[in-house]
């Protein structure tokens, strides 16, 4: 499933591309795209057709983009997208032939290039949600956040993220330090990927409890997940087929410096101990046995 990188790249394609441009028309191909608005198909074509897309947004792993009305005014209403496993936003020319798993299609005013939902696996979607307030007093209200996203963390590029309320809420858990990284209350855009790769910058074992690490494992935990999403932005995110692309059609190059994950028996890039995979929540964790030892008990 893509990650905090991978969906940054998409949102800043679609701002780009998308923002600013006014729908002339919406055709859903497959009821899954939608299922997620829960007036249906029909109302999800309404819902859009006419208005225009303001800029995009992203908190964690979601995008999402402010409607305005004819007249110029917010409405207060924004269409929200997930990925899921295969969900990809692609900006075509009009010529281009269909994807096989094209999903949906929406076309704009200025006659230029088209938007398409492709999507595999289906578990993406698209929905239009109304806004709910996110930031304050005197908050734009094209900037509001939709409902369904909430309750999701602000993630740690974002210049308002609070270091000293993570460290504190991280550290009041009984839990184990891989599982909080995946908690998006806590802390957003976090996966299975990059969870990893932080752990083995900060050089955690993923089963450390997180009532049991001090205020400098924290900090060395932060400055590790920071760095390796900052790190995958800069390569565009991590692509291992061809389900993940940005809006152009682009895989991401990050996969090539991955220090643990997938990289089972393969040398650590700091010790030079062969990798160890771990089964982990119906999936795998990688780690380093010798740099990241795992604590003798659940509780040490």
Not at 27 to 32: I, Y
Not at 191 to 211: C, F, M, Q, V
Not at 214 to 239: I, K, N, P
Request: aromatic residues 8%; positive net charge.
């Amino acid at each position: 499933m893509p990650e905090l990188p991978e969906v940054e790249v998409v949102r800043r394609g679609l701002e780009r591309w998308v923002a600013g441009r006014t729908v002339a028309a919406v055709e859903v191909h497959h009821p899954r795209a939608v299922r997620r608005h829960l007036e249906g198909a029909e109302h999800f074509v309404e819902a859009l057709t006419g208005r225009t897309f303001a800029a995009a947004h992203r908190r964690g792993k979601y995008l999402w983009l402010p409607l305005t009305e004819p007249d110029g005014a917010p409405s207060g209403r924004a269409m929200v997208a997930h990925l899921g496993m295969s969900g990809q936003l692609l900006v075509e020319k009009r010529t281009q032939p269909d994807e096989t798993h094209l999903r949906a299609r929406f076309t704009f005013t200025d006659g230029g290039r088209e938007l398409r939902f492709v999507d595999q696996r289906t578990f993406g979607g698209l929905a239009v949600e109304e806004c709910a307030g996110g930031g304050g007093a005197g908050e734009d209200t094209a900037e509001r956040i939709p409902q369904r996203l909430a309750h999701i963390a602000i993630d740690p590029l974002d210049p308002s993220f609070d270091e000293a309320g993570f460290s504190a809420a991280l550290r009041r858990r009984r839990t184990e330090v891989k599982r909080a990284l995946l908690d998006q209350t806590l802390i957003g855009g976090v996966g299975n990927i990059y969870a990893d790769e932080s752990l083995w910058r900060a050089k955690l074992h993923g089963t450390r409890p997180t009532d049991r690490l001090t205020r400098a494992q924290v900090a060395d935990l932060l400055d590790g997940v920071r760095s390796v999403l900052g790190e995958a932005l800069a390569q565009g995110g991590t692509s291992f087929d061809s389900l993940y692309v940005d809006v152009n059609g682009q895989s991401g190059y990050f996969s090539r410096f991955l220090a643990v994950y997938g990289q089972v028996d393969r040398p650590c890039p700091r010790c030079g101990t062969p990798i160890v995979r771990e089964s982990f929540m119906n999936r795998s964790s990688y780690s380093c046995p010798t740099c990241q030892p795992r604590p003798r008990t659940g509780r040490t």
